[in-house]
């Protein structure tokens, strides 16, 4: 009995482990930036993040992203999140 249930533990841990997205995952804000370059609607883990040295983007204020002060990049509940004002 005992080393099924140790089976279906393992099992079971296995499953709500790769359910995490790690390319999200983060402990501070600090560890999130956002997921493109230009007019970001989502954020990600700082070492999962594009190079945007160089890159331009229109003074184009989109909506519902982070541009000119509609949200910033957050880390809630250890997950890098876009947070709309």
Avoid: W, Y
């Amino acid at each position: 009995m005992r080393p099924i249930f140790l089976s279906l533990v393992l099992v079971s841990l296995f499953f709500l482990v790769s359910c995490i997205n790690t390319q999200k995952s983060c402990n501070l804000d600090s560890d999130c930036v956002s997921t493109t370059c230009c007019h970001a609607t989502d954020a990600i883990n700082k070492e999962f993040g594009s190079n945007c040295a160089g890159q331009l983007c229109s003074q184009e204020c989109v909506p519902e992203t982070t541009d000119c002060g509609q949200g910033e990049i957050k880390c809630l509940e250890n997950e890098c999140k876009v947070v709309l004002d």
